[in-house]
């Protein structure tokens, strides 16, 4: 069994603008596409939180209050594409959430200055996110019970 893969509004909307430079001809986007597709590939064949970490999936040393993981791919020059995901702890071997994703290939190691902080708010986004639909849903099921 392989873990579904979800992931936040932040996520979607990087690689929503990314995929429209790659169309409209952005050849460093499309190289950034390349990675990410590549990125949520490898992470599809997933079944579960790893118990070592691999050249493509390392832990974030700078998680903040949730461990996190970063996604990477081999040395490409000018693109240096990061993904990084989280497994929920109530959900092993379930579910795999990438939380957002960057090109640190501009910003290099400041990027993981930031992570621990955002990868906590996205987090804690999600969670209740996810508590607003479970809510809803359980509304929507009880409202067929009068």
Do not use: C, N
């Amino acid at each position: 069994m392989t873990v579904l893969l979800d992931w936040t509004g932040e996520f979607d909307d990087w690689l929503d603008r990314m995929t429209e430079r790659a169309a409209a001809g952005d050849a460093h986007a499309r190289a950034q596409l390349v990675r990410v597709d590549a990125g949520l590939k490898f992470l599809a064949g997933l079944d579960g939180e790893p118990a070592a970490e691999t050249p493509t999936l390392r832990r974030v040393r700078q998680s903040g209050r949730f461990p996190v993981w970063r996604v990477g791919h081999p040395y490409t020059p000018g693109v240096a594409v990061r993904l990084v995901v989280w497994f929920p702890p109530d959900r092993p071997g379930e579910v795999l959430v990438v939380l957002f994703g960057a090109d640190k290939a501009r910003m290099g190691d400041v990027f993981y200055e930031r992570v621990g902080r955002r990868a906590d708010l996205a987090i804690e986004g999600y969670l209740r996110a996810v508590e607003q639909e479970q809510r809803a849903q359980q509304d929507s099921e009880g409202e067929g019970d009068e």
